[in-house]
């Protein structure tokens, strides 16, 4: 993505979560909801959303509990309307993440929400993996990588955790099943960039959509 394709993306995308962010965490929350009491995501009523929150779009939603992972899940690619995708990740973060039990009732007051509305992913043209590490941009890249048919992804707020670019790159391998030093010559990643928003649950109205 050129600098002018990602700085349109990121004006269009904070201005969408500026205007409607509450109302995509409102659906993300109606949906964990209806998850704990139907056992299945919202559906929301497409038709009465803003047209801008029902395009295509791609997101992942991301729960916290007291400050630590408890689930996230998201769609690397755009191919549904974005209120819809936001509505079944949040339902599948909070259900059906392998890494933890399905949420119960008694946890979601502790919840803090967050989504992270992605760009469409470019190819990241590197020559070896010293090079990949030194065009990585620190705070900004999302970064999806590929090799051996294993596959993982990274939004950008893990820099939060991982400043490091050569640590950022070498804990997404492990994500993906590889090793740290695995390197090889059909190694593949892609970058993307994000806008985000969040709340914590108790902050997030429980409106119908």
Same mark, same amino acid.
């Given at each position: ?7 349109? %993306? ?5 201005? =969408? ?6 109302? %995509? ?35 992942f939603v991301t ?10 899940i998201g769609s ?8 819809? #995708? ?17 949420? &119960?009732? #008694? ?20 020559? #070896? &993996? ?5 065009? =990585? ?9 590929? #090799? &051996? ?11 939060? &955790? ?48």
């Open positions: 993505m050129n600098v002018t394709s990602e700085t349109d %993306f990121a004006a269009k995308t904070r201005a =969408l979560l500026d205007a409607h962010g509450d109302v %995509f965490l409102q659906i993300a929350k109606n949906s964990i909801e209806q998850g704990l009491s139907a056992h299945g995501p919202l559906s929301p009523a497409l038709d009465t959303l803003p047209p801008e929150m029902v395009e295509t779009g791609a997101c729960l916290n509990k007291a400050g630590r992972l408890r689930g996230c690397p690619e755009a191919w549904r309307p974005l209120a819809t #995708d936001v509505a079944e990740n949040a339902f599948r973060a909070a259900f059906k993440d392998p890494r933890f039990a399905p949420l &119960q009732s #008694d946890e979601a007051d502790q919840l803090d929400i967050h989504l992270s509305v992605l760009s469409p992913a470019e190819p990241f043209t590197f020559t #070896d &993996q010293a090079d990949l590490i030194a065009n =990585l941009r620190v705070n900004e890249d999302g970064l999806i990588i590929e #090799d &051996q048919g294993r596959r993982a992804l990274f939004l950008p707020s893990v820099w939060a &955790q991982l400043p490091d670019p050569a640590q950022f790159l070498a804990h997404l391998k492990a994500k993906a099943g590889l090793g740290a030093g695995h390197w090889s010559d059909s190694f593949k990643a892609w970058r993307f960039i994000a806008a985000e928003t969040g709340a914590a649950w108790r902050d997030i109205p429980a409106e119908k959509h």
